[in-house]
């Protein structure tokens, strides 16, 4: 059982698009009558927006918020606070004015609103980092805490990207560090975790379209929660450090969170594996530290400490000084081993991360797809290279065993022996699962003004005998008659000449010819051409719905799934016409059965269509006793596009 105390740190949130015309209201609930606005360089418009929102109720403005919150910043603006006799403090802008607007409230006790437009998530922590003598230190107060945070979506629309992708991994680190702090619960892991998935969800978003309001939306809510989280559990490894470079090396802040995290995941991954094993998934991918830092790089943010400016003589200094107080931390803490930490982020090498079957398995997806980067034909390539990753990606997601994968070579290897130039148990394995029909579907439904397409299936004979208009194909067998007279036009309903149709069928005992031992030659299957008018005719018999075949593979899979072997009853057709597209499709019966369950997914609503009952005289002067059916059709090829 899990033992845990939990302490909530109150705040009031005003959170929304538009929600800084609330401002007034926000400083009135709080007695306010006197404010002084908080800002910083850069921040100019956002403080005009923020000062038109609060009208006469500001009195004195700071414009000088620094990095790192220096102590001297924050005398010349408690000198602007006490000179004005402000009797509430409003800030506006990232880390540095919520830092100045939190050391002015520790040593005055007023009241804090604070206006982020960075996702830097401290505003709803009662900790303050400041930085004297080029050393920087944190203190923990209620007092430092703000009263009520007003998060502006729109305020942070026009944050730059690459503010934004360091802004918002800042907010991350907040949130890792709280799931493997001491102080760690049930409520911040949630809160930790949900704030790690949706920044690293809104980051690509984002670099797609800096202007995506919903990722804008979906960065603040997500720096909000490892803000609190930050608030609640202590820090450890990561924000020392920061902190260490930052107020000993004057390093900007958010871009050093950055750089340093996925090597403080890797540092701490040996002796905090579940944690590690979480946030993977929080960020969806394999290895949490190579993840987070292929992430940043993938986005264009800074991946070493010495774009940032760090000089290497100083690493030494820096990993000595963030062991020299000890802290919380899931790895016992050396200089050796925080100054290869150091050594690591200054040069910017990818993070290993310890080995996993994840990892390892994404290295073996890797290694087989770059085998087909020289392949001369670029579609084969990203044939291939696609097919691997689903296959590699299934493997894993299913947990597929060697016996299993075993059966599956056995099943595809007797599915092999058993196909033959009039079995394709292939094709058969094909429909059944859906393939076919998919492959149709991506293929022929960018023509919606043609007739629909279907399957092939597996009983198609290339070369099928030629037919006369008017001739009985089914050469005598038993059924009931049927009358075809169907039209081949383009899709304006243009009759097209000399169209080539093959058409082929089951007889009425659900058999094709190919399955029938003791048939000599080719029955229920033709090829006709249509006349000036683009039609054809020919007799036939009412196809039957029918089993496909069970004695083999396939059938075996169906019947361990519990899945019937039926087919709809239907006659299939493949239409070519010169300067056309071919046309492969199949009209069905529409009283016939098995409609809403074709064992192949091969029924489409267009191809359902009437065999209407007739009587009395038929077509060509043929004599029937009894009923025979009728089937008028006009199939719409489409053109072929150059």
Same mark, same amino acid.
């Given at each position: 059982?899990?033992?845990?105390?939990?302490?909530?740190?109150? =705040?009031?949130?005003?959170?929304?698009?538009?929600?800084?015309?609330?401002?007034? !209201?926000?400083v009135?609930?709080?007695?306010?009558?006197?404010?002084?606005?908080?800002?910083?360089? *850069?921040?100019?418009?956002?403080?005009?927006?923020?000062?038109?929102?609060?009208?006469?109720?500001? %009195?004195?403005? +700071?414009?000088?918020?620094?990095?790192?919150?220096?102590?001297?910043?924050?005398e010349?603006?408690?000198?602007?606070?006490r000179?004005?006799?402000?009797d509430?403090l409003?800030?506006?802008g990232?880390g /540095?004015?919520?830092?100045?607007?939190?050391?002015?409230?520790?040593?005055?006790?007023?009241?804090?609103?604070?206006?982020?437009?960075?996702y =830097?998530? /401290?505003?709803v922590?009662?900790?303050?980092?400041?930085?004297?003598?080029?050393?920087?230190?944190?203190?923990?107060?209620?007092?430092?805490?703000?009263?009520?945070?007003? #998060?502006?979506?729109?305020?942070?629309?026009?944050?730059?990207?690459?503010?934004?992708?360091?802004?918002?991994?800042?907010?991350?680190a907040?949130?890792?560090?709280?799931? #493997?702090?001491?102080?760690?619960?049930?409520?911040?892991?949630?809160?930790?975790l949900?704030?790690?998935?949706?920044?690293?969800r809104?980051?690509?978003?984002? =670099?797609?379209?800096?202007?995506?309001? !919903?990722?804008?939306?979906?960065?603040l809510q997500?720096?909000?929660?490892?803000?609190t989280?930050?608030?609640?559990?202590?820090?450890?490894?990561?924000?020392?450090?920061?902190?260490?470079?930052?107020?000993?090396?004057?390093?900007?802040? $958010?871009?050093?969170?950055?750089?340093?995290?996925?090597?403080?995941?890797?540092?701490n991954?040996?002796?905090?594996?579940?944690?590690?094993?979480? %946030?993977?998934?929080?960020?969806?991918?394999?290895?949490?530290?190579?993840?987070?830092?292929?992430?940043?790089?993938?986005?264009?943010?800074?991946t070493?400490?010495?774009?940032?400016?760090?000089?290497?003589?100083?690493?030494?200094?820096?990993?000595?000084?963030?062991?020299?107080?000890?802290?919380?931390?899931?790895?016992?803490?050396t200089?050796?081993?925080?100054?290869e930490?150091?050594?690591?982020?200054?040069?910017?090498?990818?993070?290993?991360?310890?080995?996993?079957?994840?990892?390892?398995?994404?290295?073996?997806t890797?290694q087989?797809?770059?085998? +087909?980067?020289?392949?001369?034909?670029?579609?084969?390539?990203?044939?291939?290279?696609?097919?691997?990753?689903h296959?590699?990606?299934?493997?894993? !997601?299913?947990?597929?065993?060697?016996?299993e994968?075993?059966?599956? %070579?056995?099943?595809l290897?007797?599915?092999?022996?058993?196909? /033959?130039p009039?079995?394709?148990? +292939?094709?058969l394995?094909?429909?059944?699962?859906?393939?076919?029909?998919?492959?149709?579907?991506?293929?022929?439904?960018?023509?919606?003004?043609?007739?629909? /397409?279907?399957?092939?299936?597996?009983?198609?004979?290339? *070369?099928p005998?030629?037919?006369?208009?008017?001739?009985?194909?089914?050469?005598?067998?038993?059924?009931?008659?049927?009358?075809?007279?169907?039209?081949?036009?383009?899709?304006?309903?243009?009759? @097209?000449?000399?169209?080539?149709?093959?058409?082929?069928?089951?007889?009425?005992?659900?058999? #094709?010819?190919?399955?029938?031992?003791?048939?000599?030659?080719?029955? @229920?299957?033709?090829?006709?051409?249509?006349?000036?008018?683009?039609?054809?005719?020919f007799?036939s018999?009412?196809?039957?719905?029918?089993?496909?075949?069970?004695?083999?593979?396939v *059938?075996?899979?169906?019947?361990?799934?519990?899945?019937?072997?039926?087919? =709809?009853?239907?006659?299939?057709?493949?239409?070519?016409?010169?300067?056309h597209?071919? @046309?492969?499709?199949?009209?069905?019966?529409a009283?016939?059965?098995h409609?809403?369950?074709?064992?192949?997914?091969?029924?489409?609503?267009?191809?359902?269509?009437?065999?209407?009952?007739?009587?009395?005289? $038929?077509?060509?002067?043929?004599?029937?006793?009894?009923?025979?059916?009728?089937?008028?059709?006009? +199939?719409?090829?489409?053109?072929?596009?150059?």
């Amino acid at each position: 059982m899990r033992t845990f105390v939990h302490t909530s740190h109150p =705040a009031r949130v005003v959170f929304g698009s538009g929600t800084v015309d609330r401002l007034a !209201e926000e400083v009135r609930r709080l007695d306010g009558k006197r404010v002084l606005l908080v800002s910083g360089p *850069g921040l100019e418009d956002a403080a005009l927006r923020v000062r038109d929102a609060l009208g006469d109720l500001v %009195i004195a403005e +700071f414009d000088g918020a620094a990095m790192h919150t220096p102590v001297e910043v924050t005398e010349r603006a408690l000198t602007v606070l006490r000179e004005a006799d402000a009797d509430c403090l409003v800030s506006v802008g990232g880390g /540095s004015t919520t830092g100045l607007s939190k050391a002015l409230a520790l040593r005055t006790d007023l009241p804090q609103v604070v206006v982020p437009t960075t996702y =830097a998530g /401290s505003e709803v922590t009662p900790v303050l980092g400041e930085t004297r003598d080029g050393r920087k230190t944190t203190q923990a107060s209620p007092a430092i805490l703000p009263e009520t945070v007003v #998060y502006d979506v729109d305020l942070t629309l026009s944050l730059p990207l690459a503010m934004s992708v360091t802004s918002g991994v800042n907010a991350m680190a907040h949130a890792v560090e709280a799931l #493997y702090s001491p102080d760690a619960d049930p409520v911040t892991d949630r809160q930790a975790l949900d704030a790690i998935s949706r920044i690293a969800r809104a980051l690509p978003r984002l =670099a797609a379209d800096p202007a995506d309001h !919903e990722a804008r939306a979906d960065l603040l809510q997500g720096a909000w929660l490892a803000g609190t989280c930050l608030a609640t559990v202590g820090m450890a490894l990561h924000h020392k450090l920061c902190h260490t470079l930052g107020g000993g090396f004057d390093l900007p802040h $958010a871009e050093t969170h950055t750089v340093i995290l996925p090597h403080v995941l890797a540092y701490n991954a040996p002796t905090a594996p579940d944690v590690l094993r979480r %946030i993977a998934e929080a960020l969806d991918v394999p290895d949490a530290a190579s993840g987070l830092y292929d992430l940043v790089a993938s986005l264009g943010g800074p991946t070493s400490l010495r774009e940032l400016g760090m000089p290497e003589s100083g690493l030494a200094e820096a990993a000595e000084a963030a062991v020299a107080t000890p802290y919380p931390n899931p790895r016992e803490l050396t200089v050796e081993g925080v100054e290869e930490l150091l050594t690591d982020a200054w040069n910017g090498r990818r993070p290993k991360g310890p080995p996993t079957t994840a990892t390892v398995l994404a290295q073996l997806t890797e290694q087989v797809v770059a085998s +087909f980067a020289q392949a001369p034909d670029a579609r084969l390539r990203d044939l291939l290279s696609g097919l691997v990753r689903h296959l590699h990606a299934f493997v894993a !997601e299913e947990d597929v065993t060697e016996a299993e994968w075993a059966y599956a %070579i056995d099943h595809l290897t007797r599915t092999g022996q058993l196909s /033959s130039p009039t079995r394709q148990e +292939f094709v058969l394995l094909s429909d059944v699962l859906g393939i076919s029909s998919a492959v149709d579907l991506l293929t022929n439904s960018r023509t919606p003004e043609t007739t629909p /397409s279907a399957v092939l299936g597996p009983f198609y004979v290339e *070369g099928p005998p030629e037919a006369e208009h008017g001739s009985d194909i089914s050469d005598g067998l038993p059924g009931t008659p049927l009358w075809v007279d169907v039209t081949i036009a383009d899709t304006s309903g243009e009759p @097209l000449k000399d169209a080539v149709v093959d058409v082929w069928q089951a007889d009425e005992d659900g058999f #094709y010819d190919v399955q029938l031992p003791d048939q000599e030659g080719p029955v @229920l299957r033709g090829r006709l051409r249509t006349d000036a008018n683009g039609r054809i005719t020919f007799w036939s018999i009412l196809p039957s719905h029918y089993p496909i075949p069970g004695d083999g593979p396939v *059938g075996q899979m169906l019947d361990a799934v519990g899945r019937h072997h039926y087919r =709809a009853p239907h006659v299939h057709f493949m239409i070519s016409a010169p300067g056309h597209r071919r @046309l492969i499709t199949q009209l069905f019966v529409a009283d016939g059965s098995h409609l809403d369950s074709d064992t192949v997914f091969g029924v489409k609503d267009p191809l359902i269509v009437h065999f209407a009952p007739q009587s009395g005289p $038929a077509p060509e002067g043929r004599e029937v006793d009894g009923e025979w059916r009728r089937l008028e059709h006009t +199939f719409h090829i489409a053109r072929m596009v150059d």
